[in-house]
């Protein structure tokens, strides 16, 4: 896949900050169950829990989509917005 844009508009830990990248996406078929436990450790610190427990379940199902960006673009707008109500 060449060329695919990606944009992620907000997460629980960067609000209000805006991402925009092209990359090129690479499927891997192997290793999501490791990059799994990475990702439930790291935002949730821990993979025991009802969504943990159901992704590493299906771990050998799944594909790990890597990307090589070749550029990217940010914003933030959180000191813009702090008085708003989330």
Do not use: N
Not at 7 to 25: D, G, M, P, Q
Not at 45 to 58: E, N, Q, V
Not at 69 to 75: E, G
């Amino acid at each position: 896949m060449r060329g695919t844009k990606c944009f992620v508009a907000w997460s629980a830990k960067l609000k209000r900050r805006l991402y925009r990248l092209s990359a090129e996406a690479r499927l891997e078929h192997g290793g999501a169950r490791d990059l799994l436990e990475r990702l439930l450790l790291r935002y949730l610190d821990s993979t025991d829990s009802t969504l943990g427990r159901f992704l590493l379940s299906r771990a050998d199902e799944e594909v790990v989509i890597r990307l090589q960006p070749a550029w990217i673009a940010s914003w933030d707008y959180s000191k813009r917005m702090e008085d708003a109500v989330d």
